[in-house]
């Protein structure tokens, strides 16, 4: 099941599974795929690092009776295709978010991401202010340390995969046991994490090729960083969402709100940083208020 045409092994009940082709010309561009479902006003779901479009497997059906949802496997992640040389900084990702609302058309756009989605959230906003009707960025991933500051494990694992020479090497070899820890590392509540979850993000970190791509998400920290400077361009309502348990310190989290004074602010008791998974209930309830 490790090809490039390996099928996800979790369907999301109501979701259909479509793709966008890449744009005449645009060599480095790929298929990317999304999953759709619900009606009412697009909202645009986007993921975090070395997850895919079934990290929302719990929140989809708590909003789509509110929202057409869009969640996007961003560029060479998940199922959407994965093409030698393409770049996977902060520019090349948004680039695929904004190929979703450009070739599919949409207005009026609710955009959400966590983690790295959250930055990618933002900073598309900022490119595509006549499309984008309000962000919801959930623990956004623009601080250094970002993952390494989960665990010990965490930081030996991500350090050895920005090693020049083995990095590769180590990128490739994903133990089960230990992939666990560290995304066990990112919740409060660690019976969040379902094995069937696991062994989804390990069929697809066995596709040909994606050891690059997890290399090259982690070695582009430092542009989502940088795309902080961005966030005072958007127009749109911002809500910022962090767990409290997030790997963000309140240093990083006060430092947003200062550059976003206009934008609503809630912490999620007890949680993590991947709130999708262990409450997506108050995401859910959010959105909904806000439909």
Same mark, same amino acid.
Request: hydrophobic share 40%.
């Given at each position: 099941?490790?090809?490039?045409?390996?099928?996800?092994?979790?369907?999301?009940? @109501? !979701?259909?599974?479509?793709?966008?082709?890449?744009?005449?010309?645009?060599?480095?561009?790929?298929?990317?795929?999304?999953?759709?479902?619900?009606?009412?006003?697009?909202?645009?779901?986007?993921?975090?690092?070395?997850?895919?479009?079934?990290?929302?497997?719990?929140?989809?059906?708590?909003?789509?009776?509110?929202?057409? #949802?869009?969640?996007?496997?961003?560029?060479?992640? @998940?199922?959407?295709?994965?093409?030698?040389?393409?770049?996977?900084?902060?520019?090349?990702?948004?680039?695929?978010?904004?190929?979703?609302?450009?070739?599919?058309?949409?207005?009026?756009?609710?955009?959400? @991401?966590?983690?790295?989605?959250?930055?990618?959230?933002? &900073?598309?906003?900022?490119?595509?202010?006549?499309? #984008?009707?309000?962000?919801?960025?959930?623990?956004?991933?623009?601080?250094?340390?970002?993952?390494?500051?989960?665990?010990?494990?965490?930081?030996?694992?991500?350090?050895?995969?920005? !090693?020049?020479?083995? @990095?590769?090497?180590?990128?490739?070899?994903?133990?089960?046991?230990?992939?666990?820890?560290?995304?066990?590392?990112?919740?409060?509540?660690?019976?969040?994490?379902?094995?069937?979850?696991?062994?989804?993000?390990?069929?697809?970190?066995?596709?040909?090729?994606?050891?690059?791509?997890?290399?090259?998400?982690?070695?582009?920290?430092?542009?989502?960083?940088?795309?902080?400077?961005?966030?005072?361009? #958007?127009?749109?309502?911002?809500?910022?969402?962090?767990?409290?348990?997030?790997?963000?310190?309140?240093?990083?989290?006060?430092?947003?709100?200062?550059?976003?004074?206009?934008?609503?602010? &809630?912490?999620?008791?007890?949680?993590?940083?991947?709130?999708?998974?262990?409450?997506?209930?108050?995401?859910?309830?959010?959105?909904?208020?806000?439909?």
């Amino acid at each position: 099941m490790s090809t490039q045409d390996s099928r996800p092994t979790i369907h999301i009940p @109501g !979701t259909t599974s479509h793709t966008i082709a890449p744009r005449a010309g645009r060599s480095r561009e790929g298929t990317l795929r999304y999953l759709k479902a619900g009606t009412g006003a697009p909202l645009v779901l986007l993921h975090t690092v070395r997850t895919q479009a079934e990290h929302f497997r719990h929140l989809i059906p708590l909003i789509a009776d509110h929202y057409t #949802v869009y969640a996007l496997d961003l560029p060479g992640m @998940g199922y959407s295709e994965i093409v030698p040389g393409a770049s996977y900084d902060e520019p090349g990702m948004r680039t695929g978010v904004e190929r979703l609302l450009t070739e599919l058309d949409l207005h009026d756009v609710t955009l959400v @991401g966590e983690s790295m989605g959250a930055v990618l959230a933002l &900073t598309t906003a900022a490119d595509l202010p006549e499309r #984008v009707r309000r962000v919801v960025a959930v623990n956004a991933y623009d601080f250094r340390g970002g993952i390494a500051r989960s665990s010990l494990l965490a930081r030996v694992v991500v350090s050895g995969v920005l !090693t020049p020479g083995v @990095g590769p090497v180590i990128a490739g070899v994903e133990p089960k046991p230990a992939f666990s820890k560290i995304l066990q590392g990112g919740l409060g509540d660690r019976t969040a994490l379902r094995e069937d979850y696991i062994d989804e993000l390990l069929q697809v970190g066995g596709r040909p090729g994606y050891p690059t791509v997890a290399r090259a998400v982690y070695q582009a920290l430092p542009s989502l960083i940088a795309a902080r400077s961005r966030y005072p361009e #958007v127009t749109a309502p911002i809500h910022l969402v962090y767990g409290e348990k997030d790997w963000s310190r309140p240093s990083d989290r006060e430092a947003n709100k200062k550059l976003l004074p206009a934008a609503d602010f &809630t912490q999620v008791p007890k949680a993590g940083h991947f709130i999708a998974l262990e409450r997506p209930d108050v995401l859910a309830g959010l959105l909904a208020a806000l439909a």
